[in-house]
């Protein structure tokens, strides 16, 4: 069953958004979260400034560089690397590192807010569920490895026992951020929990990886590097950053080309005007009631965009473009004529498997 215009109507008139009701549970535990850090801070004071200061810059410099991804996914991974190595930070500049996890918290909310500024005053305003996911998963690691510092039960580990540790708090902070947003992404799309929450982890594992290690070696080597060593590794994430904006560019290409590609058949006339376009949205809600994964859906949806692209090779159109009406061979040479072109392209082989059968 697809939520339609009237469905999203609640009674007395009030629009219901899906996945709106998950948001906004996320975005009231951060606030919480975030004015008691805020309030804890400003009572107990805010330790090492300077270095407080010099992480706030990385993680406001890291949310002003958003990067958006296949599927929809905005993630701020320099900020995230940056928020995460200050909340398992051991040690800064040979000095222990004696911040509470109340100012990790309070120090990326901050930045964060600081580097969202400019997309704000331009009216690019984040998802909701970002920012609190963001604050959320920051809360994680820094409630879980600041304690076991500031009581001294993890200052006794050898630096490679310590950097393990570090590294597996922030995989776990990344973790409950995937199953935050395939959670709003389940409320929104209506798929089931485990599916989203596989395409979120598959989707990110890439990335997700450079940032865990960017953390650690944050945190593992300002001992010795002190404020050096944001600079240094934090080039190194932003050009991690650019390589994925370059890959979601190839991605973002491929769709226009298949999508330009599908009005082939309109143009010349075998097909009416929208008829791919209707064929793709159809297949990907009944695609979606079935709970079938990303890269399925994004393979459904080329094929449908492309299934009558064998029509090209008749010699005459087909009355109306409707294949129903030719016959069972006819049927057939559309069908193979299409995935043999589709087969060129080097790259969508799953796709011309879907419109061959």
């Not at 300077?50 to 949310?63: C, E, Q, R, T």
């Not at 995989?171 to 979120?200: H, K, Q, Y």
Request: glycine share 8%; with cysteine.
């Amino acid at each position: 069953m697809t939520l339609t215009a009237a469905d999203a109507v609640r009674p007395g008139g009030r629009v219901s958004e899906p996945g709106l009701a998950a948001s906004v549970l996320l975005a009231v535990a951060a606030l919480l979260i975030t004015v008691i850090s805020l309030c804890s801070t400003a009572i107990y004071g805010v330790k090492q400034p300077l270095v407080a200061l010099a992480f706030g810059l990385f993680i406001g410099v890291g949310a002003f560089l958003r990067l958006r991804l296949p599927g929809d996914r905005e993630v701020w991974p320099v900020a995230t690397a940056g928020a995460l190595a200050y909340s398992v930070l051991p040690w800064f500049g040979g000095i222990s590192a004696e911040h509470a996890a109340y100012q990790a918290v309070s120090v990326t909310a901050l930045a964060m807010i600081a580097g969202m500024l400019p997309h704000m005053v331009a009216s690019r305003l984040p998802a909701l569920d970002l920012v609190a996911r963001q604050v959320l998963a920051v809360a994680f690691a820094a409630f879980v490895f600041r304690p076991s510092w500031q009581f001294g039960e993890a200052r006794g580990y050898p630096a490679w026992e310590l950097s393990l540790i570090m590294l597996g708090v922030c995989v776990l902070a990344l973790l409950l951020d995937a199953a935050m947003a395939s959670l709003v992404r389940s409320a929104r799309t209506r798929a089931p929990f485990i599916r989203t929450l596989g395409d979120e982890l598959t989707a990110g594992l890439g990335l997700n990886s450079a940032v865990a290690a960017t953390a650690v070696m944050i945190s593992m080597t300002s001992s010795a590097m002190s404020f050096w060593a944001l600079p240094v590794f934090g080039l190194q994430m932003v050009l991690v950053q650019v390589a994925f904006k370059r890959y979601a560019m190839i991605r973002a290409t491929y769709r226009q080309t298949i999508r330009a590609l599908s009005r082939v058949t309109e143009v010349g006339g075998y097909t009416e005007t929208g008829h791919a376009r209707r064929v793709c949205d159809i297949s990907l809600a009944v695609g979606r009631e079935m709970g079938m994964a990303e890269n399925d859906l994004l393979n459904l949806e080329y094929a449908a965009l492309m299934h009558d692209i064998g029509q090209l090779s008749l010699d005459d159109p087909i009355p109306g473009g409707a294949t129903v009406v030719a016959a069972p061979y006819q049927q057939r040479q559309i069908a193979d004529k299409g995935a043999d072109v589709i087969v060129e392209t080097g790259v969508l082989d799953e796709v011309a498997h879907i419109v061959r059968h």
